[in-house]
């Protein structure tokens, strides 16, 4: 196959997915398939990536792909151009048999680039448009779970315009202290990696944590702050999804902030499989299968809980449908841990996104 790896982009996760992206062309075999890696600049464009740069990455296990944003070497994606024709640079069109958008948080998870290739009528990895845009806000992933019985963290989903009104904004932090507890956990709605993310034990610090959320989003959510176990638990599948061995973060920071992923090389360690009995396992499979069912994704995700240390209760926290894929990445490792190894994964990945693709191109589109 000809196998568009796109990374990058227009993200505060922009330099996750460099990671990510490097990690997944390795483990794609050279000789059976083309990689063609398209990289996406902070400013949001695409420019193709010449084949040294996916050699220099096949050949030197701690290499992380760079971004040549060459302009003769612009890529544009042209509505209705399908795999032969949808991708375009310096008037030659590049065969795409399947795009692998390794995009996280903003741009990449959030239906935006998925809409785009469903346009192109490319097959791609990973959940449609109305599931990604979904997952991506936390709200509305939150509202969905509640209204199907599942487990979720009480909230309230706090617009900049409301807080920007003193009266709504009196009334929103009333509804917090009364529905909530202190302290309390703010984060962005539709950011991840928990930027912008943190705790507020008084009023005074929750408006100054609300502040810098605003930063990355118009919407925030505010939670309880729960003192917990996080336990995440990798899905894949389309219409007969598998959920593979959980795992646990431990952080070594009060919470798993972006500190404690990315910077901190002891932020946390990483537990697979996780510390649970067999009844909470089957549990959590069980629970995160509904979870990514009841948001109708496909291809695969994440699915993050809590365990309440108080009382063992467990919480439907969130969903990533492009989750973090490097090498020591929680989601690939819980799959190698039920035996699946990362190369499988990711052909297994590329087959998902072909067989949904063959299967909504037989739907119809006119009368005629």
């Known amino acids: 196959m000809n196998i568009a790896v796109i990374y990058g982009g227009k993200s505060g996760e922009h330099e996750v997915s460099l990671r990510s992206a490097s990690s997944i062309i390795r483990n794609i075999p050279a000789r059976a398939h083309r990689v063609i890696a398209i990289a996406i600049d902070k400013n949001g464009a695409w420019f193709l990536q010449e084949d040294a740069e996916t050699e220099r990455i096949r050949n030197d296990q701690a290499a992380v792909l760079a971004i040549v944003a060459n302009p003769a070497r612009r890529v544009s994606v042209i509505p209705g151009g399908g795999q032969s024709g949808a991708f375009e640079c310096a008037g030659e069109k590049i065969a795409v048999d399947v795009a692998f958008p390794v995009l996280h948080g903003t741009y990449g998870e959030d239906g935006t680039i998925q809409g785009l290739f469903e346009m192109a009528e490319v097959p791609y990895v990973g959940g449609g448009v109305m599931a990604s845009a979904l997952a991506m806000d936390k709200e509305k992933t939150k509202l969905i779970w509640q209204a199907a019985g599942l487990p979720i963290v009480p909230f309230v989903a706090i617009k900049i315009a409301d807080w920007q009104n003193d009266l709504l ?4 932090i009333a509804r917090a202290e009364r529905d909530l507890r202190w302290p309390l956990f703010v984060k962005p709605a539709c950011a991840g990696s928990s930027v912008g993310a943190a705790k507020a034990a008084n009023r005074e610090e929750l408006e100054k944590r609300v502040g810098e959320a605003f930063l990355w989003d118009d919407k925030i959510i505010v939670e309880p702050f729960i003192p917990a176990r996080e336990i995440e638990c990798s899905v894949t599948g389309n219409e007969a999804p598998v959920a593979y061995t959980p795992g646990e973060i431990i952080p070594s920071h009060e919470f798993y902030d972006y500190d404690a992923k990315y ?10 499989p996780a510390d649970i009995d067999e009844q909470t396992t089957k549990r959590v499979r069980q629970t995160a299968i509904q979870a990514y069912r009841a948001l109708d ?5 994440r699915v993050d809980f809590f365990i309440d240390r108080r009382n063992a209760s467990l919480y439907l926290n969130e969903i ?8 020591i990445s929680m989601f690939p490792k819980m799959c190698e841990a039920s035996g699946l190894p990362y190369a499988d994964l990711v052909m297994k990945l590329l087959s998902l996104a072909r067989a949904r693709f063959d299967s909504r191109r037989n739907l119809r589109t006119n009368r005629g």
């Open 169 to 172: 904004k009196e009334e929103m």
């Open 297 to 301: 994704l496909s291809g695969l995700s």
């Open 320 to 327: 990533n449908t492009i989750p973090g894929f490097t090498s």
């Open 263 to 272: 910077l901190d090389p002891e932020g946390a360690a990483l537990k697979i």
